[in-house]
T-cell receptor, first 116, second 114 residues
Framework: AQKVTQAQTEISVVEKEDVTLDCVYETRDTTYYLFWYKQPPSGELVFLIRRNSFDEQNEISGRYSWNFQKSTSSFNFTITASQVVDSAVYFCALSEDETSGSRLTFGEGTQLTVNP | DAGVTQSPTHLIKTRGQQVTLRCSPKSGHDTVSWYQQALGQGPQFIFQ???????QRGNFPDRFSGHQFPNYSSELNVNALLLGDSALYLC?????????????FGPGTRLTVT
């Protein structure tokens, strides 16, 4: 069975600090996809990134970066120079199905609060 | 280009009643998935519809049922509501032959059962 663990329930930082959100996953499949979503107070899930299990290259997109390590089954997300607008709940998710729109298994989420 | 829309935005029902939630997928999408998100938790997969049939189902009782219409819109029905059904219900749409794993989520319907 697949499982996603986000051990950090809440994180509070001051604006311009760097912050890392942890994600650990469990799966028996060798082919799988990992995701990060942002959920602002409005409730809509906003897609941030998708990585497949064969691509362990780290990725950077502006202030966001992701570190994927298969050896430790982790897919951590770092926000550099955080801003108040980054305040939201962030979810890590896993999918083992290669079809489009396949079911996602989400972690419990990390509530990030960035204070001015 | 309209994204995924859901109605209603909020809903209050009494225990034992039945409820119907609606979802219109993003233009061009043919697959709809439903998720339940209890307060303080991550979304949980309920089921997915494609070509008007249920294609995948999560670990939810038969009280949860759905339907997909020829125009790809979908309904989620919950019978005999329980207090524990109170949650945000999210709809996600995708194109089965499209980019793998590309899904778009709607804003959700917040259901409160009293």
């Amino acid at each position: 069975a697949q499982k996603v663990t986000q051990a950090q329930t809440e994180i509070s930082v001051v604006e311009k600090e760097d912050v890392t959100l942890d994600c650990v996953y469990e799966t028996r499949d060798t082919t799988y996809y990992l995701f990060w979503y942002k959920q602002p107070p409005s409730g809509e899930l906003v897609f941030l990134i998708r990585r497949n299990s064969f691509d362990e290259q780290n990725e950077i997109s502006g202030r966001y970066s992701w570190n994927f390590q298969k050896s430790t089954s982790s897919f951590n997300f770092t926000i550099t120079a955080s801003q108040v607008v980054d305040s939201a709940v962030y979810f890590c998710a896993l999918s083992e199905d290669e079809t489009s729109g396949s079911r996602l298994t989400f972690g419990e989420g990390t509530q990030l609060t960035v204070n001015p | 280009d309209a994204g995924v829309t859901q109605s209603p935005t909020h809903l209050i029902k009494t225990r034992g009643q039945q409820v119907t939630l609606r979802c219109s997928p993003k233009s061009g999408h043919d697959t709809v998935s439903w998720y339940q998100q209890a307060l303080g938790q991550g979304p949980q997969f309920i089921f997915q519809y494609y070509e008007e049939e249920e294609r995948q189902r999560g670990n939810f009782p038969d009280r949860f049922s759905g339907h997909q219409f020829p125009n790809y819109s979908s309904e989620l029905n919950v019978n005999a509501l329980l207090l524990g059904d109170s949650a945000l219900y999210l709809c996600a749409s995708s194109l089965t032959t499209g980019v793998p794993y590309e899904q778009y989520f709607g804003p959700g319907t917040r259901l409160t059962v009293t």
